[in-house]
């Protein structure tokens, strides 16, 4: 069983910049992909950014260019680098792991908001 723990989320203010981190409990070597949630009040839970344990990255079009998701297996460690921020950025961010389809492991969530 693998654990999920998300940090580093904040305010930021529009056009500034965030790291999130996903630190798990066990290895994450073996879980196929490690991906990024989010979930803004009153809508739906969407895949933000994922990475597979090859290294392969696919981001969701609202955040390409600005975003960027990294993994490194030696620290157990999921990272989401954000760059310009915007306010439709606000939202819940999840950190998920899974080894085919589903989602086998949720973190707890960390609160990203971008306001002035």
């Known amino acids: 069983q693998v654990q999920l723990v998300e940090s580093g989320g904040g305010l930021v203010q529009p056009g500034g910049s965030l790291r999130l981190s996903c630190a798990a409990s066990?290895?994450?070597?073996?879980?196929?992909?490690m991906g990024w949630y989010r979930q803004a009040p009153g809508k739906q839970r969407e895949l933000v950014a994922a990475?597979?344990?090859?290294?392969?990255?696919n981001y969701a079009d609202s955040v390409k260019g600005r975003f960027t998701i990294s993994r490194d297996n030696a620290k157990n460690t999921v990272y989401l680098q954000m760059n310009s921020l915007k306010p439709e950025d606000t939202a819940v961010y999840y950190c998920?792991?899974?080894?085919?389809?589903?989602?086998?492991?949720w973190g707890q969530g960390t609160q990203v908001t971008v306001s002035s």
């Open positions: 998920a792991g899974s080894y085919y389809k589903d989602v086998d492991y």
């Open positions: 066990g290895s994450i070597f073996s879980i196929n992909a």
């Open positions: 990475i597979t344990s090859g290294g392969s990255t």
